[in-house]
């Protein structure tokens, strides 16, 4: 997971919510026995773009290869349901460490 500017979100160490707008959320993964990442996931906080959840852009690329293109797989209504879970802390599951 990558965070830009960390200390908008944690001033002094003490993670705020909601995320600020132009918050981007990246989660990298690979599968089981490939060495290349298969998988992108990212949320993106952009002003007004879905106020229903909190602004958030959701999209998933993958690909099958390490030298083939990423491709969207999905996104927004796919990842609602289980971001809602966690909607409290802006639906992004991972605590800054
Ligand atoms: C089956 C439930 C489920 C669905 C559907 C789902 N996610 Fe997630 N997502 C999780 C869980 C649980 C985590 C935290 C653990 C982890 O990183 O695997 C997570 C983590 C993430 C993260 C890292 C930030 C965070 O919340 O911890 C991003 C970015 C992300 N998901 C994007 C997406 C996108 C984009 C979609 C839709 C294309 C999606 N997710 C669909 C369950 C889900």
């Known amino acids: 997971m990558l965070i830009k500017h960390g200390e908008d979100i944690a001033p002094n160490g003490e993670q705020q919510f909601p995320y600020p707008d132009g918050s981007i959320v990246v989660k990298e993964a690979y599968r089981p026995d490939k060495d290349y990442v298969g998988l992108i996931a990212i949320m993106r906080k952009k002003a007004g773009v879905d106020p229903e959840h ?9 690909r099958n290869a390490s030298d083939a ?24 599951f991972t605590a800054l460490q």
């Open 69 to 92: 293109e990423f491709r969207v797989i999905a996104k927004d209504g796919v990842c609602w349901g289980c971001h809602a879970r966690v909607e409290d802390i802006d639906y992004v």
């Open 54 to 62: 909190n602004d958030w852009e959701f999209i998933e690329y993958t």
